[in-house]
C-alpha cells in the first residue's frame, strides 16, 4: 500500500491557542517515533481564522489507522479533541481563493 498526503486542520476553541500549539509541536515527533510518517518534512500554517494546519505524509494507507493504537499519539489527539474543532477544509475562507495563502507557523 503506498503513502498517502494527508492535510489536518485543527481551529482552536477561544483562548486555547497556546495549548494547541503546544500539542501541534510534540505531534510530529509522536508521529515520526511511532514510525506512521515518511521522512518528507511536514508544512504547518495557520490560516486567517487561527485554524492550524498540518500537511504531512503517512507511510502507507493504514497509518493513519495504526496511529490510533499508540499511546502517545492517541494522547494528543486526546488532548487536540478537548481544545479544537477539526474542520473541513472547505470551511477555510482560504480554500475558495485560488493559490490560497497560510500564515507560517510559529
Not at 12 to 39: C, F, I, K, S, W
Not at 46 to 54: F, T
Request: glycine share 6%.
Amino acid at each position: 500500500m503506498g503513502s498517502e498526503i494527508v492535510i489536518a486542520i485543527y481551529r482552536p476553541r477561544r483562548g486555547r491557542e497556546a495549548e494547541l500549539d503546544a500539542l501541534v509541536a510534540r505531534h510530529r515527533p509522536a508521529l515520526v517515533a511511532a514510525g506512521l510518517v515518511t521522512d518528507r518534512p511536514f508544512v504547518i500554517a495557520r490560516s486567517s481564522d487561527g485554524a492550524v494546519l498540518e500537511i504531512f505524509e503517512w507511510k502507507d494507507r493504514d497509518a493513519a489507522r495504526r496511529a490510533h493504537e499508540d499511546s502517545q499519539v492517541g494522547e494528543i489527539w486526546s488532548a487536540m479533541g478537548e481544545i479544537a474543532d477539526f474542520p473541513p477544509l472547505a470551511d477555510l475562507a482560504e480554500s475558495t481563493r485560488h493559490f490560497p495563502h497560510f500564515r507560517p507557523f510559529a
